[in-house]
């Protein structure tokens, strides 16, 4: 029960709030109560002439309820522990791919299709932070999405072939390479390391494509013909329906592959990348 003294102010201990009846700058103030003392330092005073415990800390804050979980609970709880990367598309249950790029061990990455789709992961890469550093025999195709970039100057940079400097990545500054070289990319000067990861491009299955494949950890296939797609199906003892599937794949289409799993991706572009690089494609 509350109890309401003759000034107005409520007796169960609470403050009240600045203006009203009672309290400090409402009706009945008398200076004291609004949280000056005889010393003219701030801090409400008790009804016994003694400052409250919470004197110097401010008012007292709104009262939530606490939140809490039984135990039964805990087991719904979770959080997205390996997640992060790039989005590079949406799965066959519409969720989204996430490619993580930035790893602290060596990361090799083999593209067999376009250049829409590997400049899509460039911009992407670099949006997180990352610098990208592409190695090509075409600079021109990277021009527009360079000057869209600042020149160069923001996370993009272009090299000829065999011409890419050491990038000096660290977990503050990963780097994306990305080996544009055609179908028989020579062996690159910088390679893949802790921090910088190596994504190659290669248009068609080429002779260096085995080697290539064998030594990466992700592989990522879009449109080939049916010849290529029993070779590659050998090389990575993908199913019947698979090595079926791919010589139909769409424009914008992915099958990702690792050792343990694979994945269908379609790669949507943002309004800005349709802007930049035009709609997913498979041929350049």
Do not use: K
């Given at each position: 029960?509350?109890?309401?003294?003759?000034?107005?102010a409520a007796a169960s201990g609470e403050p009240e709030p600045y203006g009203g009846p009672g309290g400090p700058g409402g009706p009945g103030d008398s200076g004291r109560s609004a949280g000056f003392g005889r010393s003219g330092r701030f801090g409400r005073l008790g009804r016994s002439g003694r400052r409250s415990p919470r004197s110097g800390f401010g008012l007292i804050g709104p009262r939530h309820a606490r939140h809490s979980v039984s135990a039964d609970?805990?087991?719904?709880?979770a959080l997205p522990i390996g997640d992060d990367?790039?989005?590079?598309?949406?799965?066959?249950?519409?969720?989204?791919?996430?490619?993580?790029?930035?790893?602290p061990t060596p990361y090799d990455v083999v593209l067999i299709g376009g250049l829409w789709t590997a400049q899509v992961l460039a911009l992407r890469t670099a949006a997180t932070g990352a610098r990208v550093a592409?190695?090509?025999?075409?600079?021109?195709?990277?021009?527009?999405?360079?000057?869209?970039?600042?020149?160069g100057q923001n996370g993009l940079a272009v090299y000829e072939v065999g011409r890419v400097p050491p990038q000096g990545a660290s977990a503050g500054t990963p780097v994306l390479v990305v080996r544009d070289c055609g179908m028989r990319p020579p062996r690159?000067?910088?390679?893949?390391?802790?921090w910088q990861s190596?994504?190659?491009?290669?248009?068609?299955?080429?002779?260096?494509?085995?080697?290539?494949v064998r030594q990466a950890r992700l592989v990522g296939v879009q449109r080939i013909s049916p010849d290529e797609s029993a070779e590659l199906g050998r090389a990575l003892?993908?199913?019947?329906?698979d090595v079926e599937a791919l010589p139909t794949l769409a424009d914008g289409f992915t099958l990702w592959c690792t050792d343990r799993?694979?994945?269908?991706?379609?790669?949507?572009?943002?309004?800005?990348?349709?802007?930049?690089?035009?709609?997913?494609?498979r041929m350049d």
């Amino acid at each position: 029960m509350t109890v309401t003294t003759t000034g107005g102010a409520a007796a169960s201990g609470e403050p009240e709030p600045y203006g009203g009846p009672g309290g400090p700058g409402g009706p009945g103030d008398s200076g004291r109560s609004a949280g000056f003392g005889r010393s003219g330092r701030f801090g409400r005073l008790g009804r016994s002439g003694r400052r409250s415990p919470r004197s110097g800390f401010g008012l007292i804050g709104p009262r939530h309820a606490r939140h809490s979980v039984s135990a039964d609970q805990l087991a719904a709880l979770a959080l997205p522990i390996g997640d992060d990367g790039v989005v590079i598309g949406v799965g066959a249950e519409g969720r989204p791919a996430v490619l993580g790029i930035n790893r602290p061990t060596p990361y090799d990455v083999v593209l067999i299709g376009g250049l829409w789709t590997a400049q899509v992961l460039a911009l992407r890469t670099a949006a997180t932070g990352a610098r990208v550093a592409v190695e090509t025999g075409r600079p021109q195709a990277w021009e527009q999405m360079v000057h869209a970039m600042g020149g160069g100057q923001n996370g993009l940079a272009v090299y000829e072939v065999g011409r890419v400097p050491p990038q000096g990545a660290s977990a503050g500054t990963p780097v994306l390479v990305v080996r544009d070289c055609g179908m028989r990319p020579p062996r690159g000067r910088v390679t893949s390391g802790p921090w910088q990861s190596v994504l190659t491009l290669l248009p068609y299955l080429s002779p260096v494509a085995p080697r290539l494949v064998r030594q990466a950890r992700l592989v990522g296939v879009q449109r080939i013909s049916p010849d290529e797609s029993a070779e590659l199906g050998r090389a990575l003892a993908l199913p019947g329906r698979d090595v079926e599937a791919l010589p139909t794949l769409a424009d914008g289409f992915t099958l990702w592959c690792t050792d343990r799993d694979r994945q269908y991706v379609m790669t949507q572009p943002t309004d800005a990348e349709t802007g930049l690089l035009g709609n997913p494609r498979r041929m350049d």
